[in-house]
């Protein structure tokens, strides 16, 4: 696996490769990576002849007060990983090769609908702007044919595939499958966090996934009512706090009452400082 820190060698490899006619596709990551990033890399080595995956912490999309510092990393296992999974191209730029100018940008690339205001938006109001602004920064660098993002950020899937729609990148964004633990666990590289009591704690998230499941599949359509019933299981968990538990039309992320069309009903629940987050879609 080729591992390049400059902006100027991926391009340089990326017009070798397609000058040979292969097809490249991108896995935008943030490192410490697990089996949900593996199965990112593996259906991207299905779908293109050459797979690149970035490796960055991307400071434009934390907040001052947010775990930027803390953020896990652990390069020399991510490059195993993503050797053993067929990764041709690991792009680990330094922030000052990312941002030049002190690791700030003076242009950012922003959603201005209501797509990034709502769910996580409402406590992270500038965090898809620094996504937005990163992969798009990644995708003018690396030219992918497709991108991989997991559907586990269902929103941030979401508002990629709108601006890739609105910037007329003609990258095709693919969405994979969330990947779980046996217990039912969401993969994230945030669940290291988690220990002993909190990390029982934190299987309430996809109890609640299953119960919303159950619900609609015994035939509730009421979006309320679900997401109360989901809630109330969340809140009976005492190492458990609720940021949201809420259902959105799935396309433009605009909150719904009735379960009909394509719906996402997604949360983000606090285990102690830990902020996770679950969902699932269902098309009716
Ligand atoms: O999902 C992530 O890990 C990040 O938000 C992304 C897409 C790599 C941009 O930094």
């Not at 693919?174 to 669940?191: M, W």
Request: glycine share 6%; with cysteine.
């Amino acid at each position: 696996m080729i591992i390049a820190k400059t902006i100027a060698s991926v391009r340089t490899q990326v017009k070798e490769w397609k000058r040979d006619g292969l097809t490249v596709a991108l896995v935008p990551t943030m490192g410490y990576l697990h089996e949900g990033h593996a199965s990112l890399i593996d259906k991207a080595a299905e779908m293109c002849d050459k797979v690149v995956a970035s490796d960055f912490v991307n400071p434009t999309q934390f907040a001052p007060d947010e775990d930027l510092e803390a953020y896990p990393r652990d390069f020399a296992s991510d490059c195993e990983l993503l050797t053993k999974h067929g990764c041709d191209m690991v792009f680990c730029p330094s922030v000052d090769e990312m941002y030049p100018d002190g690791g700030k940008t003076d242009t950012y690339v922003e959603i201005l609908n209501d797509m990034p205001k709502g769910l996580c938006g409402r406590t992270r109001p500038t965090h898809f702007r620094g996504v937005c602004t990163v992969v798009s920064k990644l995708f003018n660098i690396v030219t992918p044919d497709m991108a991989f993002f997991g559907q586990k950020d269902a929103q941030q899937l979401a508002i990629i595939r709108r601006m890739a729609h609105d910037m007329s990148y003609g990258i095709e964004i693919v969405g994979c499958p969330i990947v779980r633990e046996d217990d039912g666990l969401a993969k994230s590289s945030r669940n290291v966090y988690l220990n002993g009591d909190r990390r029982r704690a934190a299987r309430v998230l996809s109890r609640s996934v299953a119960l919303g499941q159950k619900l609609i599949a015994d035939g509730e359509k009421d979006a309320k009512k679900i997401v109360a019933e989901m809630s109330a299981l969340i809140e009976a968990e005492p190492l458990a706090e609720i940021d949201y538990v809420t259902a959105v039309n799935n396309l433009d992320l605009a909150p719904v009452d009735t379960i009909s069309g394509s719906v996402l009903i997604a949360m983000a629940v606090f285990i102690g400082k830990t902020r996770l987050l679950d969902n699932f879609v269902v098309e009716v």
